[in-house]
């Protein structure tokens, strides 16, 4: 199995943007993914995550701004973030059956 993030990026305060993570190797599709986020010094903690085909569970530091859903192509996962903040700045990892993406950067910053 292999996961792979993308859609990263810098984008001011209050933008937003998308990232997929794309799976081989093994059916993402109803199953529970899970994407997380870490920051240099801290624990990698929990975002959001999708169990079957819309059933999610978000951090409550990101509830009404993320939306984790599964992609139009198969074995895909979104993360829509909006109203993006600077202390949503770290690596996003999309997570699956004990494994790890490579992660993609977020930066926040004006």
């Known amino acids: 199995l292999q996961l792979v993030e993308s859609g990263g990026g810098l984008v001011q305060p209050g933008g937003s943007l998308r990232l997929s993570c794309a799976g081989s190797?093994?059916?993402?599709?109803?199953?529970?993914v899970a994407w997380f986020r870490q920051v240099p010094g801290k624990e990698r903690e929990g975002v959001a995550t999708?169990?079957?085909?819309?059933?999610?569970n978000y951090a409550d530091s990101v509830k009404g701004r993320f939306t984790v859903s599964r992609g139009d192509a198969k074995n895909t996962l979104i993360l829509q973030m909006n109203s993006l903040k600077a202390e949503d700045t770290a690596v996003y990892y999309c997570?699956?059956?004990?494994?790890w993406g490579q992660g993609t950067q977020v930066t926040v910053s004006s």
């Open positions: 190797g093994a059916t993402l599709n109803m199953y529970s």
């Open positions: 999708i169990n079957g085909p819309t059933r999610t």
């Open positions: 997570y699956f059956g004990g494994t």
